[in-house]
């Protein structure tokens, strides 16, 4: 695999005086917290269990390099960030960190997250979590984004990856189970990403990423949002008919899911083109935040409230 090097394009901003709060802002917390919650949903849901420190280090190794891969991804990106509205003002971009320390900073977390993991788990879940971040850094912001409109298709696996190594923290393997939460992240991805590219599209077209907005246009992507749902859908109801889950979480996925086909519904069949009017797919982006958010939760309630 041929690896582009870092973009030079844009003239260094002058630098301002950085704190702990660009440092933070790196590791794209917002991100950060979805990737906590559903790494911890994978492993209270594993069968067995893990000392409550052992667990706690596991879910901050994976918080530390999801962070890591963050922080990888604007170093690399910093000229794309600066072009972009929603982006413009990261540390990057704003000048508050120069790229040297982001690297630094990223390498550093990343091999601190891997060895820690290892060390308080399993080689497993410390191989998966490098994976993890090798996938997101190097395969997912350096390959695929700045070439192909199914970037966000194939780099969906690098937000998949939390639950499997919760998981894998406590039981040292992976199963079919695990192997479904990987599916629904990773299937999740692509719509709920296509709703963000449709009224953000313009951003795509300054920075010239080929996101499948810009190009293949809006009315097959919203088209693709449907029929992507459709195999998430299947992925997140299965494990309550094939017994890795009870009547909590199988209640709960199928009403989140008819909901989440409802709104992809609506968005395949509308046919506003100004983003300010796109309320169909904002509507969509928002839900598919709490989707995930509910069906994890439905998930370990099943595990810890037992029903006669």
């Given at each position: 695999?041929?690896?582009i ?35 911890l949903?994978?492993?209270?849901a ?10 706690f ?15 990888l ?7 794309i ?8 003002s ?12 982001a ?46 409109a ?7 696996a690098?937000?998949?990856f ?8 406590v ?13 629904i ?13 449709l ?30 749902t459709?195999?998430?859908v ?15 979480y ?5 009403a ?20 300010k009017?796109?309320k169909?797919?904002?509507k ?18 099943d ?6």
């Amino acid at each position: 695999m041929t690896l582009i090097p870092a973009p030079e394009t844009v003239a260094p901003t002058p630098a301002m005086p950085s704190d702990w709060r660009d440092l933070f802002a790196l590791t794209k917390p917002r991100v950060m917290t979805l990737v906590v919650f559903t790494a911890l949903c994978g492993l209270i849901a594993a069968p067995g269990g893990i000392h409550p420190i052992l667990g706690f280090t596991a879910i901050l190794c994976i918080a530390v390099g999801a962070g890591a891969a963050g922080a990888l991804n604007q170093w690399y990106e910093a000229d794309i960030d600066a072009k972009m509205k929603r982006t413009a003002s990261r540390p990057l971009p704003g000048g508050r960190v120069s790229r040297e320390s982001a690297l630094h900073f990223g390498v550093g977390l990343s091999f601190f997250s891997v060895i820690l993991m290892g060390v308080a788990t399993n080689v497993l879940a410390a191989a998966i979590l490098a994976f993890s971040i090798f996938f997101y850094a190097v395969v997912y912001t350096m390959w695929l984004k700045p070439r192909t409109a199914q970037n966000i298709v194939i780099g969906g696996a690098a937000g998949a990856f939390p639950p499997l190594i919760g998981w894998a923290a406590v039981t040292g393997d992976v199963t079919v189970m695990p192997a479904l939460l990987f599916a629904i992240i990773f299937l999740w991805t692509p719509p709920h990403f296509w709703a963000l590219s449709l009224f953000v599209k313009i951003d795509y077209e300054k920075a010239n990423i080929p996101m499948l907005p810009v190009v293949a246009g809006i009315a097959s992507t919203r088209r693709h949002i449907l029929l992507y749902t459709l195999p998430m859908v299947a992925a997140a109801i299965a494990p309550w008919p094939l017994g890795f889950a009870g009547p909590i979480y199988g209640a709960t996925s199928v009403a989140l899911n008819a909901v989440f086909l409802y709104f992809a519904l609506r968005v395949a069949m509308s046919r506003t083109t100004e983003p300010k009017d796109m309320k169909a797919e904002k509507k969509l982006f928002g839900f598919s935040i709490l989707y995930l958010f509910v069906l994890y939760a439905a998930l370990v309630a099943d595990r810890l409230v037992p029903l006669a």
